[in-house]
């Protein structure tokens, strides 16, 4: 039965999924910050109010999610909506360009990954990266844990890791993608950015949550 409470469960669910707050989905979706507060879910008069099919279609927009995705979310319900941690592989994120950790598009494989438990994604491929050193604060600080989903779109703004056919492995911000490059920023802002050519990209991955 579709009902109210559902679709907000849903919504609630996506943004968890992704790595937002409800309020982050919003605005990452373009809408206002409150659009999807508790107290936009009723009107004055307490009765209950739906998210219109616009913001709903620029959340998935937003995510990348499909609308069977969002579909599967209400049918659920808010049992199914709160998944148990399930376990997903880790490494560091200075150990990521040695050879053996991932095929050619971008997904974990072998046998060298610890493992950590994370209830926040529903990519089947997705992975932790540990973070080492003080190069990328004041964002991400030695022992931050990134999560990645290889199967999430990656957009302008987003947070990213890839590799390069040299095999280096870096953490950035996608700044712009065309045709023939792709630009990224720095996530120290002291470091300038960076343009590769499009062969130059093994693959890139959508961080979707970090431990701050």
């Known amino acids: 039965m579709l009902t109210h409470n559902r679709i907000w469960t849903a919504i609630d669910a ?3 999924r992704y790595g937002f707050s409800a309020s982050g989905l919003a605005k990452r ?11 936009k879910r009723v009107t004055g008069e307490g009765r209950a109010r739906w998210p219109t099919t616009e913001s709903i279609a620029k959340v998935l927009d ?6 069977e995705d969002f579909v599967e979310l209400v049918s659920a319900g808010p049992a199914g ?23 050619d598009g971008g997904f974990p494989v072998g046998g ?10 529903d990519d089947d491929n997705a992975y932790a990266l540990e973070v080492t050193g003080e190069s990328m604060q ?17 957009r302008k703004g987003d947070r990213v890791v890839l590799r ?15 045709a023939k490059t792709i630009e990224l920023a720095s996530i120290n802002p002291a470091h300038p950015n960076l343009v590769f050519p499009v062969d130059r990209i093994d693959w890139m991955a959508h961080i979707v949550w970090a431990s701050q």
């Open 164 to 178: 390069t056919t040299e095999g280096e492995v870096m953490a950035k911000v996608l700044v712009r993608r065309t």
């Open 112 to 121: 060298g990954w610890e493992q950590i438990r994370f209830p926040r994604v």
């Open 62 to 67: 937003a995510t990348g999610a499909s609308l």
């Open 14 to 16: 996506l943004a968890r």
């Open 81 to 103: 909506a709160r998944k148990a941690p399930r376990p997903i592989p880790l490494i560091g994120l200075t150990q990521a360009g040695a050879g053996g950790f991932f095929d």
């Open 29 to 39: 979706a373009g809408l206002d910050a409150t659009a999807f507060n508790r107290s």
């Open 138 to 154: 004041p964002l991400y600080r030695d022992g931050d844990i990134l999560i990645v989903s290889p199967n999430s779109a990656s």
